[in-house]
């Protein structure tokens, strides 16, 4: 049985229905309904809980079923041992025959699959791989992106290439990082506010989108932009 399906047996066995709960919890309908469909979508801590409260059962058992402990790559750890790095967070990388790390490339395509398997040897070593000249102090990813939050400065389509951030409080204030959350995953640029609040503002530079805060538990892994490439050429400006 799916997370998904036994959010949704939970739901009929308290005999409420997607509206009540979404009351309930403080969603909407339609939300909930995305929780009782989409076997692969990530719950955010908190509302997790308020599900768990609910049906009168346990977090685990709602991402896992009848497990004692989940895997340790699933939800995320809060406190300060997390922001730094101390405390584990299981990366996964790949290496060439030479022994040296590859960047491993994440397709539009291969996002949702990216949030689930992100810590799963198997599932990273089916994405492609390249090696990138001047890219080879530190872990590297290529995330291809998605949206027009970030335009003009970047593009659907383009490609960020991304270094692995470990410690999270030397996040850079108006840097752009690719963010993996429990919500998906999203470009940003960030206002470091982790010691004063425990999380990030993120910033869109196409003006249309607001700003918004990102706490730490929300966060599974940060990657720090460091080149693009683009597919998009500006035309020759006539003189």
Known sequence: ????????????????????????????????????????????????????????????YILYGNVQKPPATHAPASGPARLTGGEMRILVVTTDRAGEENAAFVPVKARAGYLVGYGDPEFVQTLPTYSIPGFSEGTYRVFEVEGDSMLDTLRPGDLTVTQYMENWRNLKNDKIYVLVTTEGLIVKRVHNIVDKAGGIVIMSDNPQFAPDFLHADQIMEIWEVKAVISRALEKRKSL
């Open 1 to 60: 049985m799916s997370q998904a399906e036994r959010l949704k047996t939970l739901r009929q066995q308290t005999n409420l229905n997607q509206q009540e709960v979404a009351d309930k919890i403080g969603k909407s309908r339609s939300r909930i309904a995305i929780y009782e469909t989409q076997a692969q979508v990530q719950i955010p801590s908190d509302v997790l809980q308020k599900l768990a409260q609910t049906y009168a059962t346990t977090p685990e």
